[in-house]
């Protein structure tokens, strides 16, 4: 019995020897190294094509990689995805989708006019008459505050920012919904009153007689 003591006493003096000797700089070794090391990919990162694909049909003979989220996906505390597909009957459903957000506060309304100021003052100017500085080199930039656009539904509205509309291209991948949902709030306050509006229209029309 003492002569097992001994030796096991011998062999746990070695192991701490040995063991206090090794290279700390150096991990031990790795047991399903590909499991613990695995490849790391950049979503947008330029691949390797003889590799990898965008394409679904060649999914086959490349590792297929569309760099794009699955369907449906929300990220966290965005609003949920305007369902309508881009189409002439979109545009028109699109008048009977509500404002998500109710109103906003004095600070939502402030964060709004700066977005309306980076990008949409650039064509529509600062109070949407379409008097911004690229107003006289673009043409069809759209007066806001005319009856027909303070008549505009706020899911028509929020439709032509989601996918552009003639001169005007989308700001999807700019700005996210709620962005474009309270844009449509600050626009409004630039507009005049919906009966104000119809006053006008009507004065315009008695004039043309």
């Not at 006493?9 to 613990?36: E, H, Q």
């Not at 947008?44 to 679904?56: E, H, Q």
């Amino acid at each position: 019995m003492k002569k097992i003591a001994i030796i096991a006493t011998l062999i746990l003096s070695m192991a701490v020897v040995l063991i206090s000797c090794k290279d700390k700089r150096k991990t031990g070794s790795a047991y399903m190294p590909d499991m613990a090391y695995s490849r790391a990919f950049e979503t947008y990162a330029s691949r390797d094509s003889v590799i990898f694909t965008t394409d679904p049909n060649d999914a086959g003979h490349k590792i297929f990689y569309n760099n794009l989220p699955p369907v449906g996906t929300i990220k966290r505390g965005e609003l949920f995805p305007f369902s309508l597909p881009h189409d002439s009957t979109s545009y028109i459903l699109s008048a009977q989708v509500k404002n998500p957000i109710p109103s906003l506060t004095g600070a939502e309304l402030e964060e709004a006019g700066r977005l309306f100021n980076i990008n949409c003052a650039i064509c529509h100017g600062a109070t949407a008459i379409a008097n911004g500085p690229l107003s006289g080199r673009i043409g069809a930039i759209a007066n806001l505050t005319l009856p027909q656009y303070v008549a505009m539904a706020d899911g028509t509205m929020f439709y032509s920012i989601t996918y552009g509309l003639r001169n005007m291209g989308s700001y999807a991948s700019q700005l996210d919904r709620k962005q474009r949902w309270m844009l449509i709030h600050y626009i409004r306050t630039l507009q005049p009153k919906a009966a104000a509006a119809t006053e006008v229209k009507t004065d315009s029309a008695a004039t043309k007689k």
